[in-house]
Nanobody
């Protein structure tokens, strides 16, 4: 069993930066692939980024590629999402998620564990 808690969301001006964190507990964290998703009001949940258990491989959604960096610190059981040059369209609730395997995935149904989300609001 893995429990996930996101933090670091808030209000930021367009062009600014924000770093989200996801604290994980449970014995399976270090070998799980992890991901970030987001959901804006009236929109479906969208893939943002994923990372392998080692941090050696990453994958990004087209909407954020070049502006975000996913990383993890397994010693701290923490996942990060560094977001730069934020746009108003980045406004959403951001969720971290963990797979039960070590492989990358962009699909929600591949993730067994989810946090409750943290709100990111980007103003113009």
């Amino acid at each position: 069993q893995v429990q996930l808690v996101e933090s670091g969301g808030g209000l930021v001006q367009a062009g600014g930066s924000l770093r989200l964190s996801c604290a994980a507990s449970g014995r399976t964290f270090s070998r799980n692939a992890m991901g970030w998703f987001r959901q804006a009001p009236g929109k479906e949940r969208e893939f943002v980024a994923a990372i392998t258990w080692s941090g050696g491989s990453t994958y990004y959604g087209d909407s954020v590629k070049g502006r975000v960096t996913i990383s993890r610190d397994n010693a701290k059981n923490t996942l990060y999402l560094q977001m730069n040059n934020l746009k108003p369209e980045d406004t959403a609730v951001y969720y971290c998620a963990a797979r039960s395997s070590s492989l990358l995935s962009r699909y929600m149904y591949d993730y067994a564990y989810w946090g409750q989300g943290t709100q990111v609001t980007v103003s113009s």
